[in-house]
């Protein structure tokens, strides 16, 4: 190096990605409005074929549900966003759609938002489980429940039980109820989205028969809360993830080592709004689903992550407890399991 020339500066990677991250964070009004014309419209559109549908081909109705029900998880994506207060500037404009898009999910705004908010105040807390996140135990608590412990959270943990009773149970009865714990805003929003809910299946059964309403809806929204939970269960549950006791805890690590990093195939990946970038949505939840990929690719300091395939996703389904020895999630048949089974 001659005298003259200057030693190259290392650029901190935490500091590079924090002084830029005005420009993933505010929200392009364009393409705000691009995402709900690229969604609702379609989705809306959809109806329509489904219905014409069934004079002509069931397997083509059938199609046709299967394909709306990616709409509505992306629907349910730009919901999420509203929540945050990430998809618009204006605070009236994220909570009009939030509700309006909340109505066609089946899931109150202000009730569901809450304790969104709580899960990602809580993350990957051992000593703060139990706010919006999938029910999980530790190795050492579940060798001490009783009989009937044990099966309960078998019985939770089956994928059949968790995707295929679970979705109907939160989307068609869970989301219906208030409870006493709930604030008198988000009973309001629970009674106005229910009512909602009902003159929309008035006036859709007045129109095109109260079964095929029935039957459409039921099937759109019974496959994408399934796709929707599966997304939601893959964010916190995999193989690589990390947990911590509340003295360990810090925002920034459990972000990258608690939340994964999905990566999907394109396709899966435009209908899912880009939430396998999780670990960056849950670092800064203010960046719009929209953003969230350009932010992975321009900031070095997400490189490390490694990814979890979507498919490769599947295997994580047997990790069902959380061993603190090992520090990783373990299943019911790991070693020194099956005396306590």
Not at 21 to 45: E, M, V
Not at 182 to 208: D, G, H, R
Not at 265 to 281: D, E, M, V, Y
Not at 304 to 316: E, G, L, Q
Request: aromatic letters at 16%; proline letters at 3%; charged letters at 20%.
């Amino acid at each position: 190096m001659k005298p003259h020339e200057d030693k190259a500066i290392e650029v901190n990677p935490w500091e590079d990605f924090s002084k830029n991250i005005n420009k993933y964070q505010s929200p392009s009004l364009r393409k705000s409005i691009w995402q709900i014309t690229d969604t609702f419209i379609p989705y809306i559109g959809l109806w329509i074929a489904i219905v014409f549908s069934l004079s002509v081909s069931l397997w083509l109705t059938a199609f046709l549900i299967f394909l709306a029900s990616g709409f509505l998880v992306r629907l349910f994506i730009i919901f999420h966003d509203c929540g945050h207060g990430s998809f618009f500037k204006s605070k009236t404009a994220n909570e009009t759609v939030g509700k309006l898009f909340g109505i066609l999910a089946f899931t109150p705004y202000y009730k569901w938002h809450n304790q969104h908010m709580r899960h990602h105040a809580n993350v990957g807390n051992l000593d703060k489980r139990g706010e919006g996140d999938v029910w999980t135990l530790t190795k050492r608590e579940y060798q001490a429940s009783s009989r009937w412990g044990k099966l309960k959270y078998r019985v939770y943990r089956n994928p059949l039980v968790m995707f295929g009773i679970g979705s109907v149970y939160i989307f068609l009865i869970q989301n219906r109820l208030t409870s006493k714990t709930m604030t008198q805003k988000e009973k309001i929003n629970i009674y106005f989205t229910n009512a909602a809910l009902l003159l929309l299946c008035i006036v859709m059964s007045t129109a095109i028969g109260f079964v095929n309403f029935l039957v459409i809806q039921l099937l759109i929204l019974y496959i994408s809360a399934i796709g929707g939970l599966y997304l939601f269960y893959m964010q916190h549950q995999f193989e690589d993830v990390t947990w911590f006791r509340t003295d360990n805890w810090n925002y920034r690590t459990v972000a990258l080592k608690g939340s994964s990093f999905v990566k999907f195939p394109k396709l899966l990946q435009w209908f899912s709004g880009n939430i396998g970038f999780h670990h960056i949505h849950h670092l800064n939840s203010r960046i719009p689903n929209y953003n969230l990929s350009r932010c992975y690719r321009e900031n070095r300091v997400f490189r490390d992550i490694k990814p979890v395939t979507f498919f490769k996703s599947f295997r994580a389904l047997r990790l069902r407890l959380w061993d603190e020895q090992l520090q990783r999630l373990v299943s019911f048949r790991s070693r020194n399991m099956i005396n306590f089974s």
